[in-house]
């Protein structure tokens, strides 16, 4: 149970990605829980600065991780851009799901 004022953070994706792209759909968790509760959803997008390039994706998950753990220049510098709150009344549990993606991403173009 959240006391009032308190914030849950979600990363909606479940998903850190190499290459810097949305590739996934998004869970719906965030969305249900702001439908509940009532809340507005604060889309935020994380760009980091570097990466390795797409000759990572040869390797397994795992052992793209590990090179990017072993090799933090590869991943480094962030940029976080915050967006204005939404609240998705109207719209179904899947269409706002995909509507929070795309801010998600548009912040990341912008």
């Known amino acids: 149970e959240l006391a009032k004022d308190q914030v849950v953070v979600l ?11 949305y590739t996934r759909p998004f869970k719906p ?8 509760a009532q809340v507005s959803i604060v889309p935020v997008n994380v760009t980091y600065g570097n990466y390795p ?20 220049w590869l991943r480094s510098g962030a940029v976080v ?3 204005k709150p939404v609240f998705y009344e109207h719209e179904s549990v899947e269409e706002a799901t ?8 548009d912040l990341g173009v912008s």
């Open 29 to 36: 968790g965030a969305v249900v829980i702001s439908k509940r």
């Open 11 to 21: 990363c909606s994706e479940g998903w850190a990605h190499v290459a810097g792209e």
């Open 98 to 105: 995909e509507l929070l993606r795309q801010e998600v991403i």
């Open 53 to 72: 390039g797409l000759w990572i994706y040869k390797f397994p998950i795992k052992v793209q991780f590990l090179l990017c753990a072993l090799m933090p």
């Open 81 to 83: 851009t915050i967006g």
